[in-house]
């Protein structure tokens, strides 16, 4: 008869501790290293295996434990609830009646186990339910609403949030699944994928430059209107590389300065000065011919497209195929076709 027996080692938590044979963890149920914590799940698991093998010797086997760390246990569990639940005799092990009642409700609990690691492996791998996305106010409306329009073509059952705005936002305070930022990125335990790159141009409408004459290197831009795009660091100077390789940095002034991207192309175009402007903003206006590039030699810095969300672990599934449609979709030149095209 299996009476209550002295209770397996405690951890500080209140836990039953349980040596792996060898070190080793059995079957993924335990963990590694010489000791781990036994939680009651997995004292259900030893249980319910007993039962099923009528074996002390063939259950701790399958959990890759000791047969007397597995002794050790049923009699804590024993002890636990004041009652026998095995009978031990030279024929095996069963249980007793209250024992039987026991290992019913324990598959029950493990079934209910099996049903929520599969639930929530299919939510994990699904292309399903609500993408919360942050994005720049100008980069959002002119490159990510065509593309997300696409990618819920594709993915009927995917909802999306999208959230415009210029500062950088908490993604785990604000429940953002995925961000698209532009520049280096500092150092955090943000998961992020490079995207590809960003560039700019110097641009001024036909009208400006008939007017005003079209500069021919950065120092000419001392002579000329100059619309500022205030959200950038140094906003009021312009750094260029030129042929050489060598940087070169220009103070520059003119009527008009806007942390608004679409406003800073409305002036150029309507021939008030010379603007800096990433390529996807001002793609339509060149190919229309209502601005035209200036100081080509003379290249302005390339800003990194970076996709980031909150953990670089257990990525859902829905923000990584996210993440590989922009990918596909910003390779190459993304900026000089239209959003959604590739």
């Known amino acids: 008869m299996l009476g209550p027996q002295p209770c397996a080692e405690k951890s500080r938590s209140g836990m039953f501790v349980i040596p792996c044979r060898n070190g080793r963890a059995g079957q993924g149920i335990i963990g590694p290293g010489d000791k781990t914590t036994m939680d009651r799940i997995t004292g259900v698991q030893l249980f319910a295996r007993i039962v099923e093998t009528g074996s002390f010797s063939k259950a701790s086997s399958d959990l890759g434990i000791t047969q007397p760390t597995a002794t050790k246990h049923v009699a804590a569990l024993e002890s636990h609830l004041g009652a026998r639940l095995l009978n031990r005799n030279t024929r095996g092990v069963s249980p ?5 009642l026991y290992y019913e409700k324990c598959k029950a ?18 292309v399903r339910g609500q993408l919360r996305i942050s994005t720049s106010v100008a980069f959002g409306r002119r490159v990510v609403v065509p593309l997300a329009l696409k990618f819920m073509r594709e993915h009927p059952d995917i909802t999306l949030d999208l959230a415009f705005d210029d500062r950088y936002v908490n993604l785990v305070e604000q429940g ?10 500092a150092d955090s335990t943000l998961g992020a994928r490079y995207l590809g790159v960003n ?6 409408s036909p009208d400006y430059l008939k007017r005003r004459g079209t500069p021919r290197t950065p120092a000419e831009l001392a002579a ?3 619309l500022v795009y205030s959200s950038v660091q140094g906003d009021d100077r312009w750094t260029f590389r ?9 103070p520059v002034k003119g009527p008009l300065r806007s942390n608004n991207l679409s406003a800073v192309l409305s002036a150029c175009r309507a021939g008030l ?14 190919a229309d011919s209502a601005i035209v590039p200036v100081l080509a030699a003379h290249s302005l810095p390339t800003q990194e497209l970076h996709a980031v969300f909150p953990s670089p672990k257990l990525v859902p599934g829905k923000v990584s195929t996210f993440i590989d449609f922009l990918k596909l979709q910003l390779d190459g030149e993304w900026w000089a076709r239209a959003p959604g095209s590739a």
């Open 176 to 185: 953002v699944d995925v961000a698209l930022r532009m520049g280096r990125l």
């Open 242 to 250: 030129g042929p050489d390789g060598e940087p070169v940095s220009v």
């Open 96 to 100: 007793t009646e209250i024992g039987t």
């Open 224 to 226: 000329h209107d100059c």
């Open 273 to 286: 000065g010379l603007a800096v402007l990433p390529w996807y903003v001002a793609r339509e206006s060149v």
């Open 109 to 126: 609990i493990q079934r209910e186990l099996e049903e929520a690691d599969n639930l929530a492996a299919l939510l994990q791998s699904k």
């Open 199 to 204: 560039p700019w141009l110097t641009a001024a």
